[in-house]
């Protein structure tokens, strides 16, 4: 019997196998991927630093010992370059190996900048393992007294690493076209909030401009800046986003999108391949965080051990690792229509904002919820009750 195959080893491809095993003892499971398979927990990347913690120091367990465990074959440092369909096979750098149903959990590729400049490529982004090691290996040979590191978008990634950056040292900017951080997850009144407490631990924010060109000077880089002004920084940090992995499947055929396209049993437009994870576009949503990707997994497990099963998300709110202001946040989708409220009264002295956005219905469909009203996620995700996002 050929196996299943499941092709990335992040949080997806590894929660899928998990969730299979726990279904099905027997069937054969293959695991490929391009990387060195080893598992670990991708959002420790963005608040690693301060703790000091190698990339190594996060290896929650090794490749071959979860190939053991989970008792799955493991193909590691192995690049998928096609999928032949008709005949059931793939392309891959170790030879060609059969499917009998595909899983494609391949992730998604950091968005680069068109930047100008001598040294545009010396801008590193963050999404794995190998990234966190060379950006680590960067940021602790800096020679300079004072550390400066440029981190171009304030988005949820962004804040991260300033606050873990600024905590473990190191004096950051963060540049951003719009006017607040966090500004796709919250109104600019809330996301100015965080502006107070970064900036005390060392974190300027440059907002309403965007970076134009990276050069190379003598002993750091020089950042034109789109209102003329120059900065500089020992290491450019990109966190402006990800684009999830369509390639492969989009040469193979399958229905791409802005994801690869799946139904709520995360089957593409081919029914013996599924997609999961950042790399995929579940009922025209992609929801790149890590509780979607668990209830995902979970169905599709069912799914491939033939039973009936269809992934219905909770709300399922995303807790921004910026402790110097916590917040937590139910994203509303992008086309969403409706406006955020304010949901304090004027006797709360509380510091921070409670935010809710509420659909034309007047239904509560997203909240943001910022320093010490973070406290409140389990309430409001109460509130929203099992009515799903
Ligand atoms: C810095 C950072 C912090 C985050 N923090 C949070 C957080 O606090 N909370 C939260 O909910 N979410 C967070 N996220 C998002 C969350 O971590 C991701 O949604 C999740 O880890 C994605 O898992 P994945 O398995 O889909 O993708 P990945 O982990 O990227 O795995 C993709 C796999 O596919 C393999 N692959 C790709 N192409 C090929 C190929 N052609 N052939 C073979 N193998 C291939 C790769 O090698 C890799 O093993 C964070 C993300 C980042 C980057």
Not at 174 to 179: L, Y
Not at 189 to 206: D, N
Not at 245 to 250: D, N
Request: proline residues 4%; negative net charge; glycine residues 8%.
């Amino acid at each position: 019997m050929k196996p299943i195959v499941v092709l990335g080893s992040g949080l997806a491809g590894y929660t899928l196998v998990r969730e299979l095993r726990k279904l099905d003892r027997d069937v054969a499971i293959t695991l490929v991927s391009r990387d060195s398979g080893d598992y670990y927990s991708k959002p420790m990347l963005s608040n690693a630093l301060a703790q000091g913690k190698s990339a190594g120091a996060l290896v929650i367990t090794a490749a071959a010992d979860m190939a053991v465990q989970l008792d799955f074959t493991l193909l590691q440092n192995t690049e998928v370059s096609g999928i032949d369909r008709e005949h059931k096979q793939l392309q891959t750098s170790s030879g060609v190996i059969e499917y009998d149903r595909l899983v494609l959990a391949l992730g998604a590729d950091p968005i680069r900048l068109p930047l100008q400049g001598d040294a545009a490529d010396a801008v590193v982004s963050v999404n794995d393992l190998a990234d966190y090691a060379k950006f680590r290996g960067a940021i602790e040979s800096i020679t300079q007294e004072t550390k400066h590191i440029a981190i171009i978008g304030a988005g949820l990634i962004g804040c991260e690493f300033a606050n873990d950056l600024a905590t473990a040292g190191y004096a950051v900017t963060i540049i951003d076209p719009t006017t607040h951080p966090l500004s796709s997850l919250m109104p600019e009144h809330a996301g100015k909030q965080l502006l107070e407490p970064l900036a005390a631990l060392g974190v300027t924010g440059r907002f309403g401009v965007a970076v134009q060109a990276v050069d190379r000077q003598s002993t750091d880089y020089a950042l034109t800046l789109t209102d003329g002004t120059t900065l500089h920084a020992d290491v450019v940090l990109s966190a402006v986003g990800l684009r999830p992995r369509v390639e492969l499947a989009r040469s193979s055929g399958l229905a791409v999108n802005r994801g690869i396209v799946v139904d709520a049993h995360m089957r593409g437009s081919d029914a013996s391949i599924y997609a999961l994870g950042d790399c995929a576009e579940i009922e025209g949503r992609v929801l790149p965080y890590v509780l979607p990707i668990m209830h995902a997994a979970r169905a599709l497990a069912q799914v491939l051990t033939r039973k009936d099963a269809r992934v219905d998300f909770p709300a399922m709110p995303v807790v921004v690792k910026t402790p110097a202001h916590p917040v937590v946040v139910l994203p509303v989708a992008r086309d969403a229509i409706g406006a955020w409220r304010i949901l304090t009264n004027d006797q709360e002295i509380k510091r921070g904002t409670k935010l809710g956005f509420f659909d034309a219905q007047n239904q509560l469909r997203g909240f943001a919820l910022t320093g010490e009203y973070a406290a409140e996620r389990s309430a409001m995700t109460k509130q929203l009750g099992e009515s799903g996002i």
